[in-house]
C-alpha cells in the first residue's frame, strides 16, 4: 500500500520522486518510535540532500524534520512541524553557515548536544546547510557521529550536486542521498500563481529568468529591485566595446553585488549590535560601567568579525546570481547559433539574443558561456571576485 504524501512537503516544487521516498521514510520512523517492526533500510539515521541551486535541498530536509517530529507524520498544523519549519523546535538543531566556512568547534559542540535524548519530539535532528562548507576538522568531527550514530538522532545535510567533492566520500558512503532536481519552470510558475497570486505571465516570466530557483523566481516576480539588478547584469554583453568598458563593467557587477549584500545584510547587523550592547549594559551610568564597557570590547570584536564574514559569503552570493543569470544569456544565444528548438531562458531578451547569434559563430557563443561558468568555478575556489570577473569581462569582448 502506498504511503499518502505528508501536507508538510506541499511547498517542495517538482520533487515527487524524492517526496515519495522521504515520506516512506518518516511512515517508517514513526513506526521505529511505536516500536513496531520495519522494513529493513526503510529508515537510516543520515541523510544527504544534493541538488542545484533552488532546487529546494534545504527546503526538503526541514519538511523532512518536521515529518520526522510530527505525530501525524507531517501534518504541517501541529506545534512540532510549526516550531520545526520556524527553526524553534527544541529537538532540532540547525547549522546555517553565515560565513564562508562552518569551523570545528561549533561542529563539536552542536554534535554533542544532538547525542543527548530528544527532551520534546521524536529525535534528536541535526541539519547542516551548505555541508560543503564544512572545514576538514569539521567534518571529521562530523564523520565521528554519523558512524557511531546515537540511537534516536538523525543527521541531514546539504550539499549542491554541482560539487560533489566538497564533502568528505566518508561521510557521503554513510548516508542515504536524496537527488533532487532542477524544477520545471511550469511547475514553479504553477506555484506562484497559486500560492502567491502572481499573474500566470508574470509567473511564467519569472520562473523562465530564474531557471528553475523558486525563491529567486518569487523575488523577480514581486520585487522591482530585484528585476532591475537582473537587468543591469544583462545589459553587460551590450556595454563591452573594449578593454577599458571591460574593467568599467567589472567594476559595476562587484559594485551591485555589494550594495545588493549590503542592503540584504545591514538590518540583521545592526538588530545583532543593538541586541549585543543592550545585553552588555551599554549607556549604563551606575558603579562599575566603564569597566563593563572596557570588557565588552573583545564581544564586539567579535561580532563585527562574524558580520564582516557574513557580508563576505553575502558579497559572493549576490555576484554568483548576477552570473547565474549572464551564463543564462549566453545559452540563449548558443541555442540561437545551433538553431535550436529549446526555450529561452531570459524570453524578454530574444531580439538581443538573435541579434548576437548573427555575429558570433556557435564556437564564439560557447567560449562566452564558458568565461562566465569558469569564473564562478574560480570564484568557488576563493580566487580574487575581482580579478576573476576581469579576466571574463575579457573573454567576453573578445570571444
Not at 578593454?243 to 563593467?249: E, L, P, Q, V, Y
Not at 549594559?281 to 564574514?309: C, D, H, I, M, Y
Request: aromatic residues 4%; hydrophobic residues 45%; glycine residues 8%.
Amino acid at each position: 500500500m502506498g504511503v499518502t504524501t505528508p501536507p508538510v512537503f506541499q511547498h517542495l516544487v517538482g520533487q515527487e520522486p524524492a517526496v515519495a521516498m522521504l515520506a516512506r521514510a518518516a511512515s517508517a520512523a514513526a513506526a521505529v518510535v511505536r516500536g513496531e517492526a520495519v522494513e529493513a533500510g526503510a529508515m537510516t539515521h543520515a541523510w544527504l540532500f544534493t541538488g542545484p541551486p533552488g532546487s529546494g535541498r534545504s527546503v526538503a530536509a526541514r519538511a523532512f524534520a518536521a515529518a520526522l517530529q510530527c505525530p501525524n507524520g507531517g501534518c504541517g498544523e501541529c506545534a512540532a512541524c510549526h516550531t520545526t519549519l520556524g527553526g524553534t523546535h527544541a529537538d532540532v538543531r540547525f547549522v546555517v553557515p553565515e560565513g564562508l566556512s562552518i569551523g570545528v568547534n561549533e561542529m563539536r559542540s552542536l554534535v554533542l548536544r544532538a547525542a543527548s535524548s530528544p527532551t520534546q519530539g521524536r529525535w534528536q535532528v541535526l541539519l547542516v546547510e551548505d555541508a560543503d562548507r564544512l572545514t576538514e576538522q569539521a567534518g571529521n568531527a562530523l564523520l565521528k557521529a554519523v558512524e557511531e550514530p546515537p540511537p534516536r538522532t538523525v543527521f541531514l545535510l546539504c550539499t549542491p550536486s554541482t560539487h560533489p567533492d566538497d564533502i568528505s566520500v566518508t561521510i557521503r558512503s554513510r548516508c542515504r542521498v536524496v537527488t533532487l532536481r532542477q524544477p520545471p519552470a511550469e511547475a514553479v510558475a504553477a506555484v506562484l500563481s497559486a500560492r502567491d497570486g502572481v499573474p500566470a505571465d508574470t509567473a511564467a516570466w519569472a520562473a523562465a529568468a530564474a531557471q528553475g530557483h523558486v525563491g529567486r523566481a518569487r523575488r523577480l516576480a514581486a520585487d522591482p529591485q530585484a528585476r532591475s539588478r537582473r537587468d543591469a547584469v544583462l545589459a553587460v554583453p551590450r556595454r563591452l566595446t573594449g578593454i577599458g568598458a571591460c574593467f568599467d563593467a567589472a567594476s559595476a557587477l562587484i559594485a551591485a553585488a555589494e550594495a545588493e549584500a549590503g542592503t540584504a545584510t545591514a538590518e540583521l547587523d545592526a538588530r545583532e549590535k543593538a541586541a549585543l550592547e543592550t545585553a552588555l549594559g551599554a549607556g549604563g551610568t551606575g558603579k562599575g560601567a566603564a569597566g563593563a564597557a572596557r570588557g565588552s570590547k573583545g564581544q564586539l570584536t567579535e561580532l563585527e568579525r562574524r558580520q564582516r564574514t557574513r557580508a563576505t559569503r553575502a558579497q559572493r552570493d549576490a555576484l554568483d546570481r548576477a552570473l547565474v543569470d549572464l551564463a543564462g544569456f549566453y545559452r540563449d544565444v548558443l541555442a540561437r547559433t545551433l538553431s535550436s528548438n529549446v526555450g529561452p531562458v531570459h524570453a524578454d531578451l530574444t531580439d538581443q539574443a538573435a541579434a548576437a547569434a548573427q555575429r558570433w559563430t556557435p564556437e564564439a557563443a560557447l567560449r562566452r558561456l564558458e568565461a562566465v561558468l569558469e569564473c564562478r568555478t574560480a570564484i568557488d575556489a576563493n580566487v580574487k571576485p575581482r580579478i576573476a570577473v576581469e579576466a571574463m569581462m575579457l573573454t567576453l569582448w573578445r570571444g
